[in-house]
């Protein structure tokens, strides 16, 4: 349903190769425990969301390897394969180490960014278990669509190379690991052969089925970056997409395609406030609520999200209104009602404090009245004292004027 999205999930995630999400795990219209919904949903277009992020890491395009002075190409591959000194630092601290089995056609063939390259794959652990083999996979170029280790290091590969690629867990599956074959913090070796390279179809030229596809293929590499705490990554998946719904288009699409293709721009707009609230960039998630908001009024993870944004910058007054109303499309969730709970005590003492800060700016009007309580008492007790007195005296003349009128 166009209204509620999805994001990221706690499912594993895909294989090495494919990019693609694993099965759901949990409804999507659930709220995660931890006061935010889990579940992967939009990215937007904005450029200042990404400019606010660290850069990713890119190798650019460096010159080719200095495998050819070190080892002639006629000795055979295997033995250029021995040689340590034909492993190639990619980024300069260790972690990811390239070295070439066996050449290419030279550094002219090598592919540029967002072309589409074919390779044939092959993952090992430390132990030499196989944990991926793909005769053909193909990808788009950084594009972050694969493992970052062999998107970084496909750009040093010439056509018909075949390189031996080692990295850090870092550029892999990270903590997170893959169940069940890639453990946690696993090194992985990678094969991989360069088979070819061709330019990305025009985003113009696109149906609207095979634009849908291509969204949803950003999108979902998307989650899985969400799901491994990567967020920078995650919003370059999510803005991906975005530009591929985003883009003119020559070809006529049908009301059922516009329609799939707002719900994917809505889901990747959640997800794209989500992963910006995980950075604390809350003036770019807060605009990505309101994207989703225009065209969902009644998206209850936009209102959620945007609530959370608004409270987490101290406006309380507006916050709550926005989870009121998020509350009442769904009074039974119990992670609206907690944030909501929250955010009425913390508004109720914010105002307790800004009551005593006007008091001190004004004085304390408690301490300056306090001796006028004893005052008051003054203006009370003279006239019963002059009524008693007052009294008494009426009480004599008249005793006196008896008394003068008996003797007479």
Not at 253 to 272: H, I, W
Not at 329 to 352: C, F, G, R
């Amino acid at each position: 349903m166009a209204s509620s999205g999805e994001e990221p999930r706690s499912g594993s995630p895909g294989r090495a190769g494919t990019g693609t999400e694993p099965s759901p795990t949990a409804d999507a219209a659930q709220l995660d425990a931890a006061e935010d919904f889990e579940v992967l949903e939009e990215e937007e277009e904005e450029e200042e969301d990404l400019s606010e992020l660290p850069p990713l890491e890119d190798v650019g395009r460096p010159p080719a390897p200095p495998r050819e002075d070190a080892q002639p190409s006629e000795q055979g591959g295997g033995e250029a394969a021995e040689d340590p000194q034909e492993w190639l630092d990619v980024l300069g601290s260790g972690l990811l180490k390239k070295k070439t089995l066996v050449p290419g056609q030279g550094v002219d063939t090598r592919p540029r960014k967002g072309q589409d390259v074919t390779v044939r794959l092959k993952a090992t652990l430390e132990d030499g278990s196989v944990v991926e083999e793909n005769p053909a996979l193909t990808f788009t170029l950084g594009d972050c669509d694969v493992l970052q280790a062999l998107d970084l290091c496909a750009q040093l590969l010439e056509m018909g190379e075949t390189a031996l690629i080692v990295s850090d867990a870092k550029y892999c599956y990270g903590a997170q690991g893959r169940s069940p074959d890639v453990p946690p913090n696993a090194a992985l070796t990678l094969e991989v052969e360069l088979l070819g390279a061709r330019d990305a179809p025009d985003l113009e030229l696109l149906s609207g089925k095979e634009k849908i596809e291509l969204a949803n293929r950003k999108r979902e590499r998307g989650n899985f970056f969400y799901q491994q705490a990567d967020y920078v990554l995650a919003i370059n998946s999510y803005d991906i997409a975005l530009k591929v719904i985003g883009s003119s288009s020559k070809v006529d699409f049908s009301p059922d395609e516009e329609a799939e293709l707002l719900d994917v721009k809505v889901k990747c707009l959640n997800n794209l406030a989500a992963s910006q609230l995980k950075l604390d960039h809350y003036e770019a998630a807060l605009k990505s609520c309101n994207l989703v908001l225009e065209h969902q009024p009644g998206n209850i993870k936009a209102l959620f999200r945007k609530g959370k944004v608004l409270a987490q910058q101290g406006e309380y007054r507006e916050a709550i209104p926005i989870l009121k109303a998020a509350l009442k499309l769904e009074p039974s969730n119990k992670t609206i009602h907690a944030e909501l709970s929250k955010l009425v005590k913390k508004h109720a003492d914010q105002k307790n404090v800004e009551t005593e800060m006007y008091r001190k700016m004004l004085g304390n009007p408690r301490a300056a009245g306090a001796p006028g309580k004893c005052e008051d008492k003054l203006p009370w007790s003279i006239p019963w004292k002059w009524l008693f007195g007052a009294t008494a005296i009426a009480l004599g003349g008249v005793a006196l004027s008896v008394v003068i009128a008996a003797r007479n």
